[in-house]
């Protein structure tokens, strides 16, 4: 029989839990204003710091106006092409700007085209690229009564797909939580269980324990990435247009990363549930809103752009876009593939500094 | 040489001591036990002989080595039974004993060797393809013992292994520790359970961290200095209030059917006719033997005083 | 106070319990001894209201278990002194919690629980956090929670597991004392030694009673003089392998 005595006598406890528990306490006020934070702050779909190539091959002072118009509108970040005679596509290629603005020769006078060269692999982000420089450079026109033809060249990303935008994009994501996960709960399952104690008094070292855990799920990861890329490529269409060779070994590095994400977080949580909060909490929303997966970085304000810095799909994103849409190769790569490995080690060593086989 | 030397051992947990100036030498080839209540620091002290514990004062020496210094030679040559159930519940008895055989190094042609040697003492056999998990509480302490045993320790250091575990299995436990004592392996065991100090060869009663008496259990039992006597009455409840008021200084407690009297001088038998005299609920009175419980609470409460 | 008859339990083609008789009178310390599997635990549950019978009756207080499990489970008490205390609430408030969820006002529980809360020496310790509090006290505060609707019967689960002799041998004054005021208690224990504490004790082997009787009584029949070594007698005898 129903008796409220007895209902409100658990109700009562439950309150007690709840105020004695501090991560209850993190769930119900710190973590939705944390959100509301970076969410607030890391989307936008605005333009902001675009970097944008200005190439001038004819240096008058119209083509300066028309630059000087783009450095004030504060969309674009404009760098001022060194004049290689580099294909138009390359500086976008090698992530140097994401879009670039070519003068012609003999521009004002018997030229009024500008080659407008758009990096599309985020066709989002290139749909407003196009729409803005277009209408600062039509509103220069307008005010001074001439014409201008605007010639875009949308790259990697002819049709403007979005699929080719968040394909590349969950396979980061997905990677990384995945194996963050699985390693998370590998070390902290074994200490609530009770196993740790009885391996801990054998010979073995942290070291050998923690590459040992991480062995069966290089492969895991490995098998996962191909999995979606698989999916990406058979059902979505998305160009796979670089090396495969090269496409593993940077994704076996970002695995390792995520990987030893995982063990360092297992090391330091105390329950399996506090690991798998932590290993979520530190890689779905970051990767989301922070990798430039969905919102672009330069958008950011600074100390976000700063913190942007620490999560690895960052870096994956750039390999992964890179190789499927433009083809890049070692050259252009290195530098990502270089963060993500000392990414890990810092992360290792931490894991192992803190994996002490004895009982504090 | 000693198996386990303790000197000047002292072991803190932040505010409290769990060990209190400890010293100890353990002797090859018996079976040692460490009696010792809940909270007397049983499972510190067989973690500081593990090389477990990372802070401790004073020295450990097993096996001649020091536990803080060379702690990787002492675990390759112990064997370490934790108190909870400790092994991989998801993996079959087989492949528990396999992985710890492969931690510790032992070779294919000993790994075989060893295995049919422990599953004879183990009588697993039957079940080496169950899970761990799916075993009973008896056969999970067994199948402990194996793992602990694999590569041949010398030493072998057991907590509370009988911990929960039903009387017939422990009483089986306790028969294939003295094969392997037979066999020349040491055995340190903790144990809170009074009874299973008697099957031990010397043991030493710790509490409160510190190590109240030490000695083989009929040396231990024979220390006792105290009479202690069964009574039986109708109505035990009034018949032990009217003991109480005749000996107010008594140790007097109630099991069940009887009452058992515990007093320093020795009560004569007119003693207890005069009492029968005046309380016709007293029926009968014996003399009775102590029990490793009694002992072990008398010499708590003079170390008290 | 309590009456099986014939009380089986089938768990699909496993008969954990056979068709066991079971009497227990008010005011007795009765023992349940056994290893694990053997039943103890299966009936355990059954009286207190956990499982149904498959077929048998049982009567606890004079109600019946189906019909009126409600009323029966309200004349119990249940001490596992590893599971129902709540560490991260105070003493004061574990007893609240109990208290409130058999329909006992506070103040009423308090009075019915006072005189073993000073006893105790749990009055000082209400307001600590259970947590904090020694094993010897986390027993007596599991004991305390047992009781606070004056139940007529107390069942207690290995009760004195981890604490130290002394405060096992004052645990067991109180149940005796208790025991003398009429309430009925039901241990069931791995500890042999324990086993002297009963009135009467059973042991079982697979699900039925191998062995019943006073502790003494049981011990001369069969010519032992420790209980362990009575666990191991009788259960040889009923054909049980050994060693």
Redesign the interface.
């Known amino acids: 029989m129903f008796r409220s005595g007895r209902m409100l006598a658990v109700a009562q406890k439950e309150v007690f839990h709840i105020l004695r528990d501090p991560r209850t306490l993190m769930i119900i006020f710190i973590l939705p204003v944390l959100q509301l934070v970076i969410f607030g702050y890391a989307m936008n779909m605005e333009l902001r710091r675009v970097p944008l190539l200005v190439e001038d091959l004819e240096k008058n002072s119209l083509t300066r106006e028309i630059t000087l118009r783009f450095v004030n509108s504060g969309y674009f970040s404009v760098i001022e092409s060194r004049g290689s005679g580099l294909q138009p596509d390359e500086p976008l290629r090698s992530r140097i700007a994401q879009a670039s603005l070519c003068f012609p020769p003999d521009f004002g006078n018997s030229r009024s085209d500008l080659q407008l060269t758009i990096d599309a692999s985020d066709p989002n982000t290139a749909q407003l690229i196009q729409a803005y420089a277009s209408a600062i450079i039509n509103k220069y026109a307008a005010e001074n009564g001439s014409i201008l033809d605007i010639r875009p060249l949308i790259m990697f990303n002819p049709d403007l797909k979005s699929s080719f935008f968040f394909v590349p994009g969950l396979i980061a994501m997905i990677l990384v939580m995945v194996c963050a996960l699985l390693t998370s709960i590998s070390i902290s399952s074994e200490k609530e ?12 070292s942290p070291t050998e324990i923690l590459l040992g855990k991480v062995i069966p799920y290089i492969l895991l990861g490995l098998m996962d990435a191909l999995l979606i890329l698989a999916v990406g490529i058979l059902l979505f269409h998305v160009p796979f247009r670089g090396n495969f060779i090269i496409f593993l070994g940077f994704t076996l590095l970002y695995i390792l990363t995520a990987l030893c994400l995982g063990l360092m977080v297992s090391t330091i949580a105390k329950t399996q549930q506090a690991a798998m909060m932590m290993a979520m909490a530190i890689t779905l929303l970051p990767t989301m809103l922070l990798s430039g997966f969905i919102f672009p970085i330069s958008s950011m304000p600074k100390i976000l752009q700063v913190v942007t810095y620490i999560v690895p799909a960052r870096y994956y994103l750039q390999i992964i876009r890179g190789i499927m849409l433009k083809g890049n190769s070692i050259a252009q790569l290195y530098q990502a593939g270089l963060s993500l490995l000392v990414m890990s080690v810092v992360m290792m060593l931490v894991a192992v500094k803190r994996f ?1 086989l ?3 | 040489m000693m198996v386990i030397e303790a000197a000047g051992l002292s072991i803190t947990y932040g505010e409290s001591k769990a060990i209190d100036n400890l010293e100890l030498q353990i002797p090859p080839g018996i079976v040692y036990g460490i009696i010792g ?4 620091g049983k499972t510190s002290l067989i ?1 500081a002989f ?6 401790y004062q004073g020295t450990i020496k097993v096996l001649g080595f020091d536990a803080a210094q060379q702690a ?1 030679t002492i ?2 040559a ?1 064997g ?1 039974m ?1 108190q ?6 998801d993996l079959t008895v087989q492949q528990n004993i396999m992985f ?1 055989a492969r ?3 032992v070779t294919k042609a000993e790994r075989e060797k060893r295995l049919e040697l422990l599953y004879r003492f183990s009588r697993l056999q039957p079940f080496a393809k169950r899970l761990a998990g799916n075993l ?3 056969m999970k302490q067994k199948l ?1 013992l194996s ?1 602990a045993l694999i590569h041949t320790p010398r030493l072998l250091i057991l907590d509370e292994p009988t911990f ?6 422990r ?2 436990f306790w ?1 294939i520790l003295h094969e392997l004592k037979a066999e020349g392996i040491s055995i340190v065991v903790s144990t ?4 299973e100090a008697e099957k031990c060869d010397l043991i030493c009663l710790l ?1 409160k961290g510190r190590i109240l008496q030490e000695g083989t259990p009929r040396q231990i039992l024979a220390s006792w200095q105290n009479h202690l006597y069964s009574l039986t009455g109708s109505d ?2 009034t018949l032990f209030g009217f003991i109480q008021t005749k000996l107010p200084g008594s140790e007097l ?6 009452i058992h009297l515990s007093c320093e001088q020795e009560i004569w038998e007119e003693q207890f006719r005069a009492w029968q005299q005046e309380f016709h609920g007293l029926e009968s009175w014996n003399n009775i033997a102590p ?1 490793m ?1 009694d002992v ?2 008398a010499v ?2 003079s170390d008290t005083n | 106070m309590i009456q099986t008859k014939a009380l089986t339990k089938r768990f699909g083609s496993f008969t954990a319990v056979d068709k066991l008789d079971l009497e227990i009178v008010a005011g007795e ?1 009765f023992g349940f ?6 039943g103890k635990t299966t009936t355990i549950r059954i009286l207190c209201g956990l499982l149904r019978p498959s077929s048998g009756l049982v009567r606890v207080n004079g109600l019946d278990i189906i019909k009126q499990s409600d009323r029966v489970k309200q004349s119990i008490g249940y001490m596992s002194q590893r599971f129902s205390l709540y560490p991260d609430l105070k003493a004061r408030e574990n007893l609240e919690f109990y208290a409130g969820i058999y329909g006992t006002r506070y103040k009423q529980a308090l009075a019915n629980t006072s005189e073993l809360l000073e006893l105790f020496g749990l009055n000082r310790e209400l307001d600590k956090l259970t947590s904090d509090l ?2 010897g006290f986390k027993q007596r505060l599991s004991l305390v929670c047992a009781l606070v609707h004056d139940p007529p019967l107390v069942f207690l689960d ?1 009760p004195t ?6 405060a096992r ?1 004052e645990f ?2 109180v149940i ?2 208790l025991a ?1 005021k009429g309430k009925t208690v039901i241990v069931s224990t ?4 324990e086993a ?4 009467r004790v059973m042991i079982m082997q697979q699900g039925r009673d191998v062995a019943s009787g ?3 009584g049981l011990k001369q029949r069969y010519k032992v003089e ?1 209980m ?1 070594d009575l ?2 007698k009788v ?1 040889e005898e009923s054909g ?1 392998q ?2």
């Open positions: 269980v009770g196993t740790l104690e009885q391996v801990m008094v054998s010979p073995v002490r004895k009982i504090q | 209540p809940d909270g007397a973690r593990c090389t477990l514990l990372s802070h990787k675990r390759a112990i370490y934790p909870r159930f400790s092994l991989y519940q710890f931690l510790f190094r009973s509480g008896g402990a793992c929960g575990v039903d009387p017939v299995s009483l089986e028969q809170p359970y009074m009874d509490h035990l409840h407690q109630l099991f069940g059917n009887e029990s419980e072990f609470l708590m409460k | 310390i001894l056994g290893a694990n599997g053997a020694p094993m290995e597991s981890g604490v130290d002799p002394q041998r067991w004054q005796s004392t003398g791995h500890y042999m030694d002297e504490y009963c009135n006073k502790p003494a420790k362990q666990f191991v259960l049980v050994i060693g």
